[in-house]
């Protein structure tokens, strides 16, 4: 497996069963905790009841004012408990989605950049080298004396070349596996050579292989509609002569087989009259390089590149083709959302409180009804549009969320507890524009809170009117 087709560092995954172990260990310990709290200030109150044995008067008052305080904290932390129950198994139930989620995007990365990896073809231009005799001059020392010693020396140098017409065409398939992308290219070059020295005559055309080729077949290189023979195996240079003043034309033609993407590179050398043709012919195809070719053709099942220069350029950078895979957008977001789930939940949970009575079991089914919407926003968020899958299941849950009120003032309060608490806060957390949703959300929530408690606007029990 790839590297970077991993989990996101440091979250509990469930899935593991060490966490797993782990998980149940801290909750067994929490719930102990809780227990002797309470059990504790049973026996306090039982205690400071039995100090009170002697007046009965104050004895009475005291029980059955702690009695009224114990049952209602009883109940208070019954609810505590489920929230936080709730909340608890929630964070690790959503950190170990999140992390199957994350696994899944960056395995799909892994597999787009896996199936347009591998070495490039590059082409470079040929060079045309001839050696010339250079004086220089050097210092010795002789029998104790500093001499001056003038010689002279091979030197390369190298025609600019006088025209450049390359066609290639390439076609694209995959490897055995069938994961990585391969280009076959069938290159043909003809490269015009002017000798404008005067006393210079002997040449070397030195028209070397693509790099990164898996494939060479049918390698040529012809002078003059004549093919030249390689002097030394595993060398492109190949000698002619030219007279000062005359031309000649080589022509380059192979078919190579390597990775996905060709370039042709200047090398650094000045062109002139160069025209570069490419098809692709396959889709999607773009040109590798920022300079925009003259004309880009296409018919559907083929892209032709073309750049044409017609005086003299010189190209920094390679140009060529490669394929042009779809960007692959909005990664992270869905793991964001799940992180951030339990944190919404007591958002929404806290409103349904704070606006309707709230049983236990009322809390439970909300809360399942929450983190399975979630589930299911995961899954349907690597099939569709993350968007309209959560206004789709938004729809589902405020069907569900109806039947929380025990008549229509009541339901129509946990609609707007649900559209601020939960709704919108997921909807603004896959929207770009999340800090204006996010506030929109709050707003909504402090302005149904304040009409529902501060000014009366809205009454649960109209019929007690």
Same mark, same amino acid.
């Given at each position: ?28 310990? /929490? ?45 208070? &932390? %019954? ?9 608890? *198994? ?14 899944? @995007?960056?395995?799909? $990365?892994? !597999? $787009? ?8 073809? @590059? ?10 005799? #250079?004086?220089?001059? =050097?210092?010795?020392? $002789?029998?104790?004396?500093? $001499? !001056?010693?003038?010689?002279?020396? #091979?030197?390369? +140098? ?19 596996? /069938? ?8 290159? *043909? ?16 055309? @030195? ?6 080729? *898996?494939?060479?077949?049918? =390698? ?14 595993? #060398? ?5 002569? &030219? ?92 793991? +964001? ?49 993350? %968007? ?32 601020? /608490? ?13 800090? &204006? ?20 606007? =809205? ?7």
């Amino acid at each position: 497996m790839s590297s970077f087709a991993q989990g996101i560092p440091g979250l509990p995954d469930l899935t593991h069963p060490t966490e797993l172990v782990q998980f149940g260990t801290q909750v067994l310990k /929490g719930s102990l905790l809780l227990v002797f709290l309470v059990v504790a200030l049973g026996v306090a109150i039982a205690l400071i009841s039995f100090s009170l044995r002697r007046n009965h008067s104050e004895q009475l008052i005291f029980l059955g004012e702690w009695a009224v305080r114990y049952s209602q904290l009883l109940r208070g &932390l %019954q609810h505590l408990a489920l929230v936080l129950i709730l909340l608890v *198994t929630g964070f690790f139930f959503c950190s170990t989605l999140s992390n199957r989620y994350h696994h899944w @995007e960056q395995a799909k $990365v892994a !597999q $787009v950049t896996q199936s347009v990896a591998g070495e490039k073809l @590059e082409q470079f231009a040929p060079q045309v080298r001839y050696v010339t005799q #250079e004086p220089y001059t =050097y210092t010795t020392q $002789v029998n104790g004396k500093i $001499v !001056q010693v003038n010689e002279t020396r #091979e030197v390369n +140098r190298y025609l600019t070349l006088a025209g450049s017409q390359i066609q290639v065409k390439l076609d694209q398939s995959t490897d055995v596996r /069938g994961r990585s992308s391969i280009y076959r290219a069938d290159y *043909t070059a003809d490269y015009k050579v002017v000798n404008q020295l005067k006393n210079i005559s002997s040449f070397f055309f @030195e028209a070397p292989p693509p790099n990164g080729y *898996t494939l060479l077949a049918s =390698y040529k290189v012809e002078r003059d509609r004549t093919r030249l023979q390689q002097t030394n195996p595993g #060398e492109y240079s190949f000698p002619f002569r &030219l007279q000062p003043g005359e031309e000649t034309s080589f022509r380059v033609t192979y078919q190579a087989q390597g990775g996905p993407r060709w370039v042709y590179s200047a090398a650094s050398q000045l062109l002139s009259n160069f025209r570069l043709s490419a098809i692709a012919n396959f889709a999607p195809a773009d040109f590798a390089s920022g300079v925009v070719p003259n004309e880009i053709k296409g018919d559907g099942r083929s892209t032709q590149f073309t750049w044409i220069f017609d005086d003299n350029v010189s190209v920094k950078n390679p140009l060529g083709v490669f394929t042009n895979t779809d960007p692959i957008r909005h990664t992270g977001i869905i793991p +964001r959302i799940l992180l951030l789930a339990p944190a919404l939940f007591l958002w929404w949970i806290l409103l349904l409180y704070w606006s309707l009575p709230m049983s236990l079991k009322n809390v439970a089914i909300a809360g399942g009804i929450f983190f399975a919407c979630l589930l299911a926003l995961t899954y349907l968020g690597r099939l569709m549009n993350a %968007q309209l899958a959560w206004t789709l299941i938004s729809l589902v849950l405020l069907f569900l969320t109806w039947g929380l009120g025990s008549n229509r003032s009541a339901s129509l309060a946990a609609i707007i507890c649900t559209i601020a /608490g939960a709704i919108l806060p997921v909807f603004g957390l896959l929207v770009p524009f999340s800090g &204006l949703t996010l506030s929109l959300a709050g707003l909504l929530s402090a302005v149904w809170l304040a009409v529902r408690h501060w000014y009366g606007w =809205y009454n649960l029990h109209p019929e007690k009117q």
